[in-house]
């Protein structure tokens, strides 16, 4: 190869990669300009509000219009029908499909390490590598603008995330599958970012934080017992609202369904568990609106607390965009791009079909997770955090895709570093114009966003 990309082997994945070079050279990935007959972005927002339930919408639309950062958070399907108008790659990988600062954190490994990787999939599918860096990319840049950093900053901040995942993709294009497939970020990796003192011990706060956060965690906040002392979800409506009638879903059925998509010794260990309560709870932004349950289950010998989190699963945003999922079950769909795409995955990730055939995925609600708050991070640890975060989609990506086609398309200069860095700008630009959109339609009635949320 021409550039300094490291010892690779000449091969297909190289002459794949250099073909999609000249195909669409990399400083074709850069800038955005909107299309002319490009769909209106309420108008993408109120078609997903059809399939949702109608009384918790008014709270995504509160999410969202508070400031730029939160819309494009809430707006993935904004964003995907964007990126299907222009040039693609065509080298694909299994996207994360939502790609954010925001998505990026810390939960446990089935071995109890503190790791630091993607942790959403509700958009997962297989499509071109630089979605997902464009989706990093662009959120970056918004982040940064939100935190009142010059535009220059935003940008560097915005290169150093595609830089770390150029870099890395490099790195990773030496190495053979299985250990690509076993490499990991552990949580020292994060706190290494951070060398200042004072700032160091913030991070390590934020570790200690995340490995406190679990099931038993979660129980002493959210629960407390009833008159006849067992234990129960504290209600906090819309946002938490327990359900009297849980065989009223036909839970039984439905777990049972879960329980079997479980490898087996899995399957042992859930069976030492049973449901004590339920209730319907808000999570996220984009995901305002869709049905997701909290269970309690109780270990039934000791009594200690479990937590699952049961999703629902709709089509991806990037579906009318890409070629179709293979799973018909969205919510085996998610389940395997996220273990797929994870390096370590929850031990209870599973999936079923709830009432009226809706789609579900399962989950341990709070398990170590943890993540970067956003707004406490100066311009240099922003940029640092950025290209964990794009060294991380690298691997991620590496374990699906043809790293080493992707390496050679890539290359050993900062080419497509400043192509992404100059789409980030051009986006953020546009999320500034549809949030003012959001905030137009609110304002004007179009469109109904809640007093509290």
Known sequence: MTDSVGVLNA???VEKGRAARKRVPRSALGGWQPPENRTDPITILERQARTRLPELVPIRYARMVAEPFPFLRGGPAIMAADLATTENTGLNVQLCGDAHLSNFGLFASPERALVFDLNDFDETLPGPFEWDVK?????????????????AKAEHAAMEAARGYREHMLRLAEMDGMAVWYLQVNADAVAELVRKPKRREGVERALSKARSRTSLQAFAKLTAPDENGVPRIKENPPLLVRIDEPEALDINAVFAAYRKTLPEERRILLDRHELVDLALK???VGSVGTRC???LMADRDTGSPLFLQVKEAETSVLAPHLTASKFKHQGHRVVHGQRLTQAASDIFLGWATGPNGRYFYWRQLRDMKGSAVLENLSPGALAKYAMLCGHTLARAHARSGDRVAIAAYLGGGDAFDRAMAEFAMGYADQTVEDHRGLVAAVESGRVEAASEF
């Open 293 to 295: 349950f909290v269970g």
């Open 11 to 13: 091969g297909s994945g």
């Open 135 to 151: 989706r990093l990319v662009a959120s970056v840049a918004v982040a940064a603008r939100g935190n009142g950093y010059s535009d």
């Open 282 to 284: 808000v999570v996220g």
